[in-house]
């Protein structure tokens, strides 16, 4: 198993580093969250973490076809604050709740046009954007399930959770 990360490692290197002049100086496998910017959300799913000196990338890698099937790019000069310590993701063991063994980084950044989200899809996708009417033409006047498809503000900061 060891010889299928290292091989992801490289696969992933090779393929969303872009940039010649970036350096990668580690590449290691570690769990995320399956959802992008959010800590606690179940499942975790194994992905490809690289540190360049310009970047964090982490690559959301299927296993099956040993093929990137998404990548975040996270420029270092948006990254505010980072936080290392106990992460625990799951009470049903003890194992699960070793604090030794069970620790965690969360990157805290600013979203910006130098921090890319790339995902291979293998098929076609749509986006229809919700309508623009007021709140009193709607429904529910703007308090229930439709709210959830409003427009909201552009998040000041977005999370990448590592375990």
Known sequence: MEKVRENAIELCSKQVIQDES?????????????HQNTVRTLPFQEAVVLL?????????????TEKVASFEKIDLRSVSKIRYGTYITSTISEAQMNERLNSGVVVVYRPGKENVVRTNTRSLQNYV?????????????????????APRAPATSQVLALK
């Not at 580690?26 to 995320?32: E, I, K, P, V």
């Not at 360049?52 to 299927?62: G, L, N």
């Not at 954007?129 to 229930?144: A, L, Y």
């Open 22 to 34: 970036e350096d990668m100086i580690h590449g290691w496998t570690m769990l995320t969250p399956a």
């Open 52 to 64: 360049t000196d310009a970047a964090v990338y982490c690559c959301k890698f299927d296993w099956t």
């Open 129 to 149: 954007s919700p309508s623009d009417k007021g709140q009193e033409n709607r429904i529910d006047g703007g308090t229930g399930v439709l709210s959830w498809l």
